[in-house]
T-cell receptor, first 114, second 110 residues
């Protein structure tokens, strides 16, 4: 168990470009989450997968954001036509099945849009 | 008003002190309560989680939940400089989204 892995750790992009982040959850976890955290704030929920099915999406997830988990293992989060307001830490978390299982977070991808 | 309120601090204490961190919330549907520790430029690390009201102890850490007052606390005994970090409370109801506080920045000075 190597924990939740996220790549890249840092991404600098110009406004208007597309970016994609990858998350590899803990291997036995079938639930996967994406959160966004800005400076001085707690993480905000973006979306949730159970296996390959995307079951919940936040209103924060605009049309420019899309997430996939094609085989129920790793996940990608793509942001199209990036804006400066997209600059944030993007965190991935995973958890196992059950009525409640605590979330385990990766170290995030820090996005800077110039 | 946010559903989860947490004083951002910063909170500075001397080594060995007892630290008290708190959050209040407004959504009575929350039933799972968590505390995460976050070091600079790292992801949140789960410290403790509790279900409904009551206390839970793990080493130097004690978590308390008072659902009647919508108030949760984390106590750190014999604080160490390595405890210096941001502490985030988080809560969940029947859905899948964790609702976080802003986090409290803690500095433990030697």
């Amino acid at each position: 168990d190597t924990g939740v892995s996220q790549n890249p750790r840092h991404k600098i992009t110009k406004r208007g470009q597309n970016v994609t982040f990858r998350c590899d959850p803990i291997s036995e976890h079938n639930r996967l989450y994406w959160y966004r955290q800005t400076l001085g704030q707690g993480p905000e929920f973006l979306t949730y997968f159970q296996n390959e099915a995307q079951l919940e999406k936040s209103r924060l997830l605009s049309d420019r954001f899309s997430a996939e988990r094609p085989k129920g293992s790793f996940s990608t989060l793509e942001i199209q036509r990036t804006e400066q307001g997209d600059s944030a830490m993007y965190l991935c978390a995973s958890s196992s099945v059950g009525e409640f299982s605590p979330l385990h977070f990766g170290n995030g991808t820090r996005l800077t849009v110039t | 008003q946010k559903e989860v309120e947490q004083d951002p601090g910063p909170l500075s204490v001397p080594e060995g002190a007892i630290v008290s961190l708190n959050c209040t919330y407004s959504n009575s549907a929350f039933q799972y309560f968590m505390w995460y520790r976050q070091y600079s430029r790292k992801g949140p690390e789960l410290l403790m989680y509790t279900y409904s009201s009551g206390n839970k102890e793990d080493g130097r850490f004690t978590a308390q939940v008072d659902k009647s007052s919508k108030y949760i606390s984390l106590f750190i005994r014999d604080s160490q400089p390595s405890d210096s970090a941001t502490y985030l409370c988080a809560m969940m109801g029947s859905g899948y989204a964790l609702n976080f506080g802003k986090g409290t920045s803690l500095l433990v000075t030697p």
